[in-house]
């Protein structure tokens, strides 16, 4: 399971469904930056960060649990229309934002403890919402489960996140520096909406270690 292949494999998924992940997904990113602007302009934009994960929470399960569904599909060669895998993104809302709550919630405790901690949750966590969605587990049930799973990989699963988010952060630093605050309404828009799509790049990853990893789990049956 060499990180490289893996980064190169999803890479060549990303650009050839590119438009139909643009469709699938960019309307409710744009959706949650307009949201997250309203917010800002209504409390402030020195309130508290958990407006943010609250808006965060509204939109971020329903386009990665669509996401994750048309990686499923196309995975095993089905081309699934857009509307059916938003209405089941509907259904998993619940639970998927119960799951990413009690996660975001792990993870900040974590960063709160010299941030090395928060970074092991992280990534033993990272198969769970894959777990919820294909698997159809509980919360809990994913989280456990998404524990297990990563025992042995957690190098390999740190290295793509790594190698994913890094450019990510560098290329949101460069904008911040040509374009800083303030910014006009429509290029913060721009800016966070584009930045929050090309992040799914890293649930395309995931996916492909999470079917690479679970593949040779032997049948518990």
């Avoid at 799973?149 to 890094?166: D, K, S």
């Avoid at 800083?180 to 929050?196: C, F, I, K, R, T």
Wanted: with cysteine; charged share 15%; net charge neutral.
């Amino acid at each position: 399971m060499n990180p490289l292949t893996v980064l190169r494999d999803s890479l060549y998924f990303f650009r050839r469904n590119l438009a139909t992940i643009v469709q699938l997904c960019l309307p409710l990113v744009v959706l949650e930056s307009v949201v997250k602007q309203l917010v800002d302009q209504a409390v402030g934009t020195d309130a508290s960060p958990a407006y943010t994960v609250l808006v965060g929470l509204l939109f971020y399960p329903l386009y990665t649990a669509a996401l994750i569904l048309f990686l499923d599909a196309r995975s095993e060669g089905r081309q699934p229309l857009k509307r059916d895998l938003l209405a089941m993104a509907v259904r998993l809302w619940p639970t998927f934002a119960l799951l990413a709550m009690i996660s975001t919630l792990l993870i900040m405790f974590g960063m709160s403890l010299f941030v090395l901690p928060g970074l092991w949750v992280m990534i033993k966590l990272v198969f769970a919402e894959y777990l919820l969605v294909l698997r159809g587990l509980t919360p809990l049930a994913a989280m456990r489960a998404s524990f297990q799973l990563t025992q042995g990989h957690f190098m390999r699963i740190l290295t793509c996140i790594l190698c994913v988010l890094a450019p990510l952060w560098l290329l949101d630093g460069v904008s911040m520096m040509v374009y800083p605050a303030p910014q006009n309404p429509a290029m913060s828009l721009l800016l966070d909406s584009v930045s929050s799509f090309l992040q799914l790049f890293t649930s395309v990853v995931l996916f492909r270690l999470f079917m690479l990893v679970d593949d040779a789990v032997p049948d518990r049956a």
